[in-house]
């Protein structure tokens, strides 16, 4: 029993992980109905933006994931420019295969130019181990869950308390109709994006830390188990892309614990499909009525 | 047979590299009944090829059963495989779709990986070598004859009207799921035929060699040739089993480039955004470029296209999607449209 619990809260640091990634792709998704494969890779880019950071600069822990936010906001942004807005109306196969496309373009140039290799992310904070009551917690795993909660937090009070996250959820609802309400299409798109990105970034410092090593190929499977728990909370719901990633995070965990560490990513995809089967709106999606 | 008289004219290499172009034609081909016909979005192409190439190489490594069974019997393993996973996945749209077919092919692949039986995670070693050129060309002329006639037959037609607006043809009769269901398979039937040709003509398998890697690519040669059409499918996997290949030499990597640059000019041509003054900017580019590889030499050059491989791919796919969606065959459609019309003298 113990043992259950320790896993539990071991899976949670992971499960925050994949939820921060799985809002970024459920807003982008909720906004422009693509599935953004260019996510995972995103996040490969913040970890190694926080580790030049920390090489290059020297910077701490919160300045690093300060630039990680920023930088990746703005490559976020001009991914959606450059790649993604000349084929918005495009068939969604075409949206899809160009979005196949910046992922591998982004995977592959990090390999060019900073070698396959992993590279050892650096300990931001010393280690230490906390007992409480039968359980133990590192200060690492706390500082995880605090970071993105608090992430979260802000997320959602911009999505549901400021005039921009009005903006946001007006055009995921109908985009003509908030255009003719004098929403500016594009502008909100963009900030989706880099509100996303930004995610996406911290999640890539959290996820280096969780793992203690980074690769240019690292972000490709944490990003498609973010999808994975975005589609099982119901893609386009916020507080299903929480429930999704604490769920696969938590299922993950524990299947490892139990000696399967090689079906580790095979269970999510199998996870996916019973959800897909059973309910595929998700647990919190709602039924969506197909138009003629 | 034709083995032996190419011979005379071609390296044992080049004649790999030509097996290679049917093994992905049949490859190609099938992929596009599903997406470029049907309008369903697979990813998991490298899936079925995983597992007929396995249980072909099963059978002939363990019962020496003779090839042509062993592979017709991974032809049809894959198409249960086809309908155990379309059945349930056909039911979701678009997106939905491309994920769940991408995780069962990762299903496979890290079943493979557990599977001991055929070498698990060390990879499938001593298969025996009973797939050669010949072989080759005469399965990818039958897939490709069956194919080609299936499209054009009612069910081809079927399969298009889905594509075009599913609730339409279901509206007009046909039984979409059905239909759905039964590309899938047939999709997943000549991944397997493939997969048995591949594994025993290299001799080996490795789960690895059935990742996502290997179904983009497969999806890059339809994307690239040109969706829903077989000539397209061929095309695409003419061009991308030759281009990687052709970046490992000096002279295939200038030649790439130019051929890229006169394509590129052809399409902005064919769009109206051609000017004079752009070509000759084109033309400035391309010969600083041949500069650049002639200034820093050939072993840097060769060494680092090797590695750019995949930036290449990314960044062809990315580009053939914003300017040129219809692929190369819908360029060479459209670049023969004034010509058949003066032939005909309107």
């Known amino acids: 029993m113990e043992q259950l619990i320790q896993q539990i809260v071991n899976g949670l640091a992971l499960g925050f992980i994949y939820a921060l990634i799985a809002l970024g792709y459920t807003l982008v998704y909720g906004i422009i109905r693509l599935i953004n494969f260019a996510h995972g890779d995103i996040i490969m880019v913040g970890a190694y933006i926080a580790l ?82 039968l359980l133990s917690v590192t200060n690492e795993q706390l500082l995880i869950l605090g970071v993105a909660i608090f992430l979260m937090l802000i997320l959602n009070y911009i999505v549901m308390k400021t005039k921009t996250g009005m903006a946001m959820r007006a055009v995921s609802f109908d985009k003509d109709a908030a255009r003719l309400m004098g929403i500016n299409v594009d502008n909100t798109i963009s900030i989706t994006f880099a509100i996303g ?58 299947v490892v614990s139990i000696g399967y560490s090689t079906l580790k990513d095979g269970v999510a995809f199998l996870l996916l499909i019973l959800v897909l089967l059973i309910r595929p709106r998700g647990i919190f999606g709602e039924k969506v009525v197909e138009k003629v | 047979m034709m083995e032996q008289l190419l011979l005379n004219f071609l390296s044992s290499y080049q004649i790999q590299v030509l097996s290679f172009i049917g093994i992905f034609t049949i490859l190609a081909i099938s992929l596009d009944i599903v997406n470029g016909y049907t309008g369903q979005f697979s990813i998991g192409h490298a899936g079925f090829m995983a597992v007929g190439g396995y249980v072909a190489a099963y059978l002939t490594f363990y019962h020496q059963v003779p090839f042509i069974l062993a592979t017709l019997a991974g032809a049809f393993a894959a198409a249960f495989f086809g309908l155990l996973i379309g059945i349930p996945t056909l039911r979701l749209r678009g997106d939905y779709l491309a994920i769940a077919t991408l995780g069962f092919a990762e299903i496979i692949r890290v079943a493979i990986l557990n599977l001991d039986v055929v070498g698990g995670a060390r990879g499938f070693a001593g298969i025996a070598n009973l797939s050669n050129f010949d072989i080759v060309l005469v399965f990818t002329l039958v897939s490709f004859v069956l194919l080609f006639n299936f499209t054009r037959s009612a069910y081809g037609r079927a399969l298009q009207s ?134 820093f030499g050939k072993d840097i050059i060769v060494k680092y296209a090797g590695q750019m491989r995949m930036i290449i791919y990314s960044v062809l796919l990315i580009l053939m999607m914003l300017f040129q969606s219809s692929g190369l065959i819908g360029l060479a459609r459209d670049l023969a449209k004034p010509l058949s019309r003066k032939l005909r003298g309107a």
Not at chain 2, 165 to 193: N, R, S
Not at chain 2, 198 to 212: R, S, T
Not at chain 2, 229 to 254: C, D, H, K, M, Q
Request: with cysteine; net charge positive.
């Open chain 1, 52 to 133: 030049f950071s920390y090489l290059l600069l020297g910077f701490g822990f919160l300045p690093s994931l300060l630039i990680a936010m920023v930088l990746c906001s703005i490559l976020g942004v001009t991914i959606e420019r450059i790649a993604y807005r000349p084929i918005r109306e495009a068939p969604r196969i075409t949206a899809l295969i160009t979005a196949i496309g910046v992922s591998f373009l982004l995977e592959y140039s990090f390999q060019l130019f900073f070698g396959p290799q992993q590279r050892a992310f650096p300990e931001f904070i010393k280690t230490r181990y906390f007992k409480l009551g």
């Open chain 1, 197 to 254: 990105s930004s995610l996406a970034a911290a999640a890539g410092m959290l996820l280096g830390m969780y793992y203690q090593q980074i690769d240019p190929l690292m972000g490709f499977t944490p990003g498609l188990k973010a999808f994975i728990s975005a589609v099982i909370g119901g893609i386009g719901s916020i507080p299903g892309a929480m429930v999704g990633g604490l769920v696969l995070g938590i299922t993950e965990v524990f």
């Open chain 2, 162 to 295: 889905i594509r075009e607006d599913e609730i339409a043809a279901e509206c007009m009769g046909v039984p979409t799921t059905y239909f759905k269901v039964l590309a899938f398979v047939i999709a997943a039937f000549f991944a397997g035929i493939a997969g048995s040709l591949y594994g025993h003509y290299l001799m080996f398998l490795h789960p690895n060699d059935f990742g996502l890697l290997r179904s983009i690519e497969i999806l890059l040669m339809i994307v690239l040739g040109g969706m829903g059409n077989l000539w397209g499918a061929f095309l695409g996997a003419i061009v991308l089993s030759i281009l990687p290949e052709a970046l490992r030499t000096y002279n295939g990597i200038v030649y790439t480039i130019i051929v890229v640059y006169l394509i590129g000019v052809v399409i902005s041509y064919q769009k109206g955004r051609y000017s004079l003054l752009k070509w000759i900017t084109g033309i400035v580019i391309a010969g600083l470029t041949v500069a650049a590889l002639l200034i």
